[in-house]
């Protein structure tokens, strides 16, 4: 059973920083590509950022040079460093992976950036 829990989401200001975290349950995190995505009210889910199992990362532009994924493969977590916040990045951050074809999801961690 492969379970997957956010933190560290809150409301900051813009120009503000976060970290979030993912806590990954099971075996598989040292094997797996994590992602980060973001549902903002009335949008489609996006990816945010990806980070294979060797740390090969990517970015949606609109995140590049803002945003840094890292992983913890001894701890089991994922996290997403947030800085230079914006109104618009405004959402629920999800923590995802795939395994034998079949996707694991968070339950989401609320990022509200509003002066």
């Known amino acids: 059973q492969v379970q997957l829990v956010e933190s560290g989401g809150g409301l900051v200001q813009p120009g503000g920083s976060l970290r979030l975290s993912c806590a990954v349950s099971?075996?598989?995190?040292?094997?797996?590509?994590m992602g980060w995505y973001r549902q903002a009210p009335e949008k489609e889910r996006e990816i945010v950022a990806t980070?294979?199992?060797?740390?090969?990362?990517n970015y949606v532009d609109s995140v590049k040079g803002r945003f840094t994924i890292s992983r913890d493969n001894a701890d089991n977590t994922v996290y997403l460093q947030m800085n230079s916040l914006k109104p618009e990045d405004t959402a629920v951050y999800l923590c995802n992976t795939y395994f034998g074809g079949v996707g694991f999801w968070g339950p989401g961690t609320q990022v509200t950036v509003s002066s």
């Open positions: 980070i294979t199992r060797n740390g090969v990362t």
């Open positions: 099971g075996s598989i995190f040292s094997i797996v590509t």
